[in-house]
């Protein structure tokens, strides 16, 4: 009587688990459709219309940058155009902050600014260009935005500058590289993230520069916490070992390997509770286990 009772409760537990575990799957399906279809800031969602004029605004954006690399000016300077108009009738309460939409517009006047010079300065122009390309990016996604790619390009230029002051030579020189560099990112940045992060790094990289001739130890010291900042800009922050995979973007694989553990476990107790109740004797002696 006991074994079969044993049976019983661990197949009410299995059932148990593999309804939990088909919930578990089912809401991670649900959730990663309901994410593909709202704006990817973290939460939030947004309606469908604002939501394919962002996608809209940010093909064009696309082009337009293409177009620029090409030479295509003329091109480019109808679709800068096109952007502007579109962004003056859209709505971006709850896409990003008052900073974040001025930096937006202050990108794209720029471009079209350039654009409209009598002589145009073709530097500055891919420059201007690609402020515009990754302020659009940002604006829809806002954990993998294409601005993520500098990370090595401004980790590369800090690490100069780290040389350049145990050198004590072309420290400036090294800090309007890198100030340059993070100009490209800079609108995207304010959209993407608070102004105080923004202010932080502005700020570190203008000391280079203002206080070249500082001692050693002090600057040194300043390359240290411009490097936090990176990696606190680009999320580079270390993760816990205990957490090879993310466990927010894999909820099917922890409820996979959580429901195996537990699994494996019932099935242990119950075979150590079979094994116990086979060395029970009767009542009344004998020695035989039952059968």
């Keep these: 009587m006991f074994v079969r009772l044993a049976k019983r409760l661990s197949a009410a537990w299995l059932l148990m688990l593999m309804a939990a575990l088909l919930a578990a799957c089912s809401g991670g399906d649900h959730q990663a459709g309901k994410q593909a279809a709202a704006f990817d800031d973290g939460g939030a969602t947004i309606d469908q219309a604002r939501l394919k004029q962002l996608q809209a605004l ?4 696309d082009r337009m940058y293409k177009e620029v690399l090409d030479g295509n000016i003329l091109e480019a300077r109808e679709l800068v155009k096109s952007i502007g108009d579109q962004v003056v009738a859209m709505e971006f309460a709850g896409i990003t902050t008052v900073e974040g939409l ?8 720029n471009a079209r600014s350039l654009m409209d010079a009598v002589q145009t300065e073709p530097d500055r122009l891919k420059t201007a260009a690609a402020q515009v390309r990754l302020s659009t990016d940002a604006l829809l996604h806002k954990h993998q935005p294409l601005w993520f790619e500098y990370y090595q390009t401004l980790k590369s230029d800090t690490e100069q500058l780290r040389e350049a002051v145990k050198s004590g030579k072309n420290i400036i020189l090294s800090a309007q590289q890198l100030q340059s560099h993070y100009a490209v990112i800079r609108p ?3 959209i993407s993230r608070s102004p105080e992060v923004n202010v932080r790094i502005e700020s570190l990289i203008a000391y280079f520069i203002q206080q070249a ?3 050693g130890e002090a600057l040194l010291s300043n ?9 606190e800009l680009f999320m580079k922050q270390d993760v816990s070992a205990y957490l090879p995979m993310d466990a927010e973007k ?3 694989y922890w409820s ?3 429901g195996s553990i537990i699994v494996t476990v019932l099935c242990f107790v119950a075979w150590r509770k079979y094994e116990s109740e086979q060395q029970i004797t009767p009542a009344g002696g004998g020695g ?3 059968g």
């Design 58 to 61: 940010d093909d064009i954006a």
């Design 102 to 109: 001025e930096a937006l517009t202050q990108a794209i006047t």
């Design 188 to 190: 995207a940045v304010l």
């Design 213 to 215: 001739g500082s001692q």
């Design 223 to 231: 390359v240290d916490e411009l490097m936090r900042a990176w990696n």
């Design 250 to 252: 894999q909820p099917i």
């Design 256 to 258: 996979l390997v959580i």
């Design 288 to 290: 035989k286990r039952l």
